[in-house]
Structures are given as C-alpha cells and as structure tokens.
C-alpha cells in the first residue's frame, strides 16, 4: 500500500457510484482518444454516458478539474486526472483463482495491464489446469495461493472458483496478503477489516436489461 | 411488450440502482433460500449485501412489501416479489451476436433461463463458428440477425462483437424488434427511442477493486 500524502487524489476516497462512473467516463476518453478527439464538452460526455452535464462536472470536480467555461475538457489530460485518481498509474499484482470458463475469459479478455494490474499468478485444483498456461503465468496448485501471494506482495485476486470453495480461497488469499477481491461467486466471504471485496453477478447485468425493457413505455 | 395495468409492481418504473440492488438481494435471497433460511431481516440482509438496513427496506417498499416489525422478511416470498417486480416470471427471447470467447462464455455461464431470458439464437461472422452448437442453439451467419429476430420475436440482445461492427449489428438487431441490449463492447450505440441500452465493461470492475484498495485506510 502506497503511504503517500493522503490530500493527493490518489488518496482520496471516492464513493463507490463516483468511481463507477469515472471509470466508465476513462473508457469513453480511451475511445474518443484514438478517434482523434481533443476535446469534449461536459454535454457531450454525458450523453455518450447517458446522464447529464451536471453530473459529469461534478465528478469532474472531484478530480479537482473544474474545466475551463466554455471550451470543454482536453481528452487526453482528463484520462491522466482519472487514471492518478484510480490509482492506475501504479501497479499491483493481482492472481486469478479458478480457471474454469469464466476465470480464463476474464485473464484473456480484460487488459489488466494497461489499468495497472500484473497478472503474476493463476490457481486451480484441477490437475488438467495445473501446469498448463494462462496468459502470462502457468497454473499452479490451490495449495500454493497463501505462500505465493505472501511472497510475491500479491495485493489484489479475482475469484472464480464453485462455491464451496469460496470462504477457504479468499481466507487463503488474505492471509497471504491479499487487500482486494473481486468476486465472482454466489458466496458473501467474510474478511477481516481493511480487506475490500467488490461482488459481481454477471447475472445481474441481464436482470437489469431485463427489466428496463419490462417498464419501457411503450 | 407487456399491455399490463401500469399499477402493477412489474410495470412500475424503478431508478436503474434501484434495481441493480434488487438484483443481487434476489441472488442472496436464493442463497439463503438454498441453504434452508426461512426468515431474514433487513439488518442480516444489508450486511449480506454490504449497505445499511434503512436502504433495504426502502428498496423493499418499492416491492409494496412492508415487512412485519420485528419479524423479517419470508425469504421465498421476497423471492418471489422481486422476481415479479424485475418482470422475471415472464419469458423473453434473447440472442447473442459474437461467439468468441467471451460471448460463449456468457451463454454457458449465465443461467439465463432460471432469470426469464430464453436463448434462441447466436450469430457471428467466423464460418469456423457457424454451424456449431452453443448452448441450446447452434451459431447462425450475422446475416440472419435482422430477419431471425423478427421472425422469432426476439426481444433482448448480448452484444459481444469486435467495436467496428458493433453498431451495424445494433441496427440489425433493432430493425429486427429488438428492445434491449446488452453492450459489452466499447461503442456507445446509437439506437431509437424506445430501445434500452445496458454498457458493460468488465474491466470497469477491476478499476472499482483497485481503487477500494489504493484509498483504503492503511
């Protein structure tokens, strides 16, 4: 863990809606970057969010970017001002445990390289798994996640192991170290303080098209 | 489209987090459902969740459920309210256009049927994908998107697609009836009124979980 200056944006904490939507409205910069785009207004942002200028300035302001009236936002400095404030122009190492489907997708798939993670490990407990190659790391034996990630300074893992297993991983993972889980099971772990768990259910994200598609008017 | 009386829970309009948060009480709910819980309260909900126990039955009001003081909530009946209220104890027709890796992951892991979401095609442009089976369906030529949509009555969509074809298929899928689709590419679709848009980025996760561990109290 970084122990610089708390008053520096880095340090500074964010509620969760507002880290969600910088890291979407980073995204939309990456996007419009390589479009050529220099510049973008608060409205123009905000629709290709989809909610409103006011908000976009607001959580700009937490950058401590106030704009300049009238002439938008320089895409490329706005990128910069939401990576520091992430914290992504750090690195942390990250391991993957489960590598069934969903495990191997989410290493191929997401570049953690480029948003400041390192995958520097993978586990399973499938003897087809262990050994074979993962992206950049091999994959080795669940025994090993506590001794690894103590040793290697692991800070943060992605979970994607079959339920049962879930409570044994992550506490295997935070005695080893690890600071931060993105869950992917069914099960709510239980971690002492000072440990952050970030539960998804893909799942989730059809319920909610799902419904906004039941209460559209018509 | 539901024609339904606009005062029924199902054709409420709930805000977007609203419903997120409702979404994954229902995956808890299962979960304890499973584990043989009958009764929960709102405080052992909001700690399963991760808010505060006012937030929860705030949320649960919107349900029209009250809950009993002191008593807590059935757990399968707010099961089954929730499911009402999302719309998912009805059926709707689903496709997924981009049968690469993540897309195929999508399909096999997410139990779209248990959630109201049936799975009638899958389309993509690698003759070495089309023709097989995924799933319940086998891979069609993108060709056939338009026309399979509105002849089957498709109403819901996963899009998986590399960006420079994400809104030619975008097209293809509305022109075909299509109301809501699930963007996990980069490309903010242009897309009618009328037709919901849910932006997925995975990697916005990962952004959330580096975050909560660079800003957490050391």
Redesign the interface.
């Given at each position: 863990?970084?122990?610089a200056d708390p008053s520096t944006p880095?340090?500074?904490?964010?509620a969760?809606?507002t880290?969600?939507r910088l890291?979407?409205y980073?995204?939309?910069l990456?996007?419009l970057g390589e479009s050529g785009r220099e510049v973008v207004s608060s409205r123009d942002l905000a629709a290709?969010y989809?909610n409103n200028a006011s908000q976009v300035r607001q959580d700009l302001c937490c950058l401590g970017h106030t704009g300049r009236v009238g002439q938008g936002y320089r895409v490329r400095e706005l990128e910069r001002m939401i990576r520091a404030?992430?914290?992504?122009d750090?690195i942390?190492k990250m391991v993957l445990v489960g590598c069934g489907?969903?495990g191997?997708?989410?290493a191929?798939?997401?570049?953690?390289a480029h948003?400041?993670?390192e995958l520097v490990g993978a586990f399973d407990v499938s003897p087809q798994m262990i050994g074979t190659r993962l992206g950049p790391v091999r994959v080795q034996s669940a025994q090993n996640i506590r001794d690894f990630c103590a040793k290697h300074g692991v800070?943060?893992a992605?979970l994607t192991v079959p339920k049962t297993a879930a409570q044994d991983v992550s506490d295997a993972l935070v005695a080893g170290g690890v600071?931060?889980?993105?869950n992917y099971t069914?099960?709510?772990l239980r971690v002492p303080a000072?440990v952050?768990?970030?539960?998804?259910?893909?799942?989730?994200?059809?319920?909610?098209?799902?419904?906004?598609?039941?209460?559209?008017?018509?």
């Open positions: 863990m970084s122990e880095k340090e500074r904490r964010l969760p809606p880290i969600s890291s979407e980073l995204i939309i990456e996007e290709l989809g404030t992430l914290g992504i750090t942390k489907r969903l191997t997708t989410l191929v798939h997401v570049p953690m948003y400041g993670m800070e943060l992605v600071r931060g889980i993105l069914r099960v709510r000072g952050a768990v970030k539960n998804r259910q893909i799942v989730c994200s059809f319920l909610q098209l799902f419904h906004a598609t039941t209460s559209q008017p018509a």
